[in-house]
């Protein structure tokens, strides 16, 4: 089976801009999720997404948001970028319905500047 | 916010030395995992324990629990260049219902010097 595939791995934005994020989980995975992390506060939850609903999310502004489509591939989506969104987002996709193993994609790193 | 804290925050050994990494959690959990991060790329799940078992073994990796410290640690036998990584530990945060959300820890920093 292909792993988790995030697109794409390297992104460079400007202050303002708004960006968007892939990821496609592993075939027959339906849980999706994503992390934001930076050396600063580390690895942090985002969000959830199980067929094709937002179970569970973190606590970030709302200016990040995501959702997930029927073939379990998930977008995240943030607005009006700030410098402290720059860092690495991942996505990890799971077999099961809860508080199972998460396979990591390789990780789309942003820029803003 | 992140469950807990790793220590230590970095360890250089020499390769077949033992490498011996600590987690510290706040909130109880249904289980414990730990994972490796090379280089800022995607993270590699290495072993899950749950909160009923004390130790277990995969490889050259052993992981003990103890949830009346709340304390896990993970050592990693007869290192290899391979290993230098970054590894952590990550939690359920024991919520009781249906999610896959990880809470994790600050992480180990691994150098493995050949």
């Known amino acids: 089976k292909a792993g988790v595939t995030q697109t794409p791995r390297y992104l460079i934005k400007t202050r303002g801009q708004q960006v968007t994020l892939s990821c496609s989980p592993i075939?027959?995975?339906?849980?999706v999720s994503w992390y934001q992390q930076t050396p600063g506060q580390g690895l942090q939850f985002l969000f959830e997404?199980?067929?094709?609903?937002?179970?569970n999310k973190g606590n970030f502004p709302g200016r990040f948001s995501g959702r997930q489509f029927s073939n379990s591939r998930s977008e995240m989506n943030v607005s009006t970028l700030e410098l402290g969104d720059s860092a690495l987002y991942l996505c990890?996709?799971?077999?099961?319905?809860?508080?199972?193993?998460?396979?990591f994609g390789a990780g789309t790193r942003l820029s803003v500047l | 916010s992140q469950q807990g804290e790793e220590d230590p925050q970095a360890l250089s050994i020499q390769e077949g030395e033992n490498a011996t990494m600590n987690c510290s959690y706040k909130?109880?959990?249904?289980?414990l995992q730990w994972y490796r991060q090379n280089s800022g790329r995607g993270l590699v799940h290495l072993i899950l324990?749950?909160?009923?078992?004390r130790e277990k073994h995969s490889g050259r990796l052993r992981v003990t629990l103890d949830t009346s410290k709340k304390s896990s640690s993970l050592l990693i036998t007869a290192s290899r260049a391979a290993d230098t990584a970054s590894y952590f530990c990550?939690?359920?945060?024991?919520?009781?219902?249906?999610?896959?959300?990880?809470?994790f820890g600050t992480g180990t920093l691994l150098a493995v010097q050949p």
């Open positions: 990550a939690t359920d945060g024991g919520y009781g219902g249906a999610t896959n959300k990880l809470i």
């Open positions: 075939s027959g995975h339906r849980s």
């Open positions: 324990i749950r909160s009923n078992e």
């Open positions: 909130t109880s959990i249904n289980n």
């Open positions: 997404y199980f067929s094709e609903t937002q179970r």
């Open positions: 990890a996709s799971s077999p099961g319905t809860a508080k199972n193993i998460q396979y």
